[in-house]
């Protein structure tokens, strides 16, 4: 299975120069637990809740001056939309991401994240085990 046929195609992002305080307002809104960073539309970073819960721990002061640039992971590990499960569960495993967003040519177009990678394998598990699976 191809990342392209289970990625998330919702895709949240905010500009380096949004207030750290802000950027978690919209994941709250989106109930979304990452973040794509952009600058003028390139992908530049991302934040996961991992890193603005390290952010309020410094201090309470200083969390409230910074913006999504000061606490970003980048480079962003990404990967293709033809790429396989497979590969998706080795490039997690190896650089211990849980969420890596998709990219064509230059845009993003989709995100994966673990719980994708957990539904898709469950899926597959009760068609193995041969439950019967609800129509849509």
């Known amino acids: ?4 046929d289970f990625m998330t195609s919702l ?6 120069d949004t207030p750290v305080t802000d950027a978690v307002r919209l994941m709250a809104v989106e109930d979304v637990g990452s973040l794509l960073v952009t600058k003028a539309d ?6 996961t809740l991992r890193e603005v819960i ?11 001056t910074l913006c999504l640039e000061d606490i970003m992971t980048t480079p962003v590990v990404t990967i293709g939309p033809e790429a396989d499960i497979g590969q998706v569960i080795t ?11 998709v990219i064509e040519g230059n845009d993003i ?3 994966v994240a673990t ?8 899926t597959v598990k ?5 439950a019967p699976m609800l129509e849509d």
């Open 11 to 16: 895709i949240i992002t905010a500009e380096v």
């Open 109 to 111: 177009i989709g995100l």
């Open 91 to 101: 490039l997690m495993n190896q650089t211990g991401k849980r969420h890596i967003p």
């Open 126 to 130: 009760l068609i193995a085990d041969g």
């Open 42 to 47: 390139v992908l530049a970073g991302m934040v």
């Open 54 to 64: 390290g952010a309020q721990l410094l201090s309470e002061e200083l969390y409230h």
């Open 115 to 122: 719980t994708d990678i957990i539904r898709v394998l469950a």
């Open 1 to 4: 299975m191809k990342v392209r």
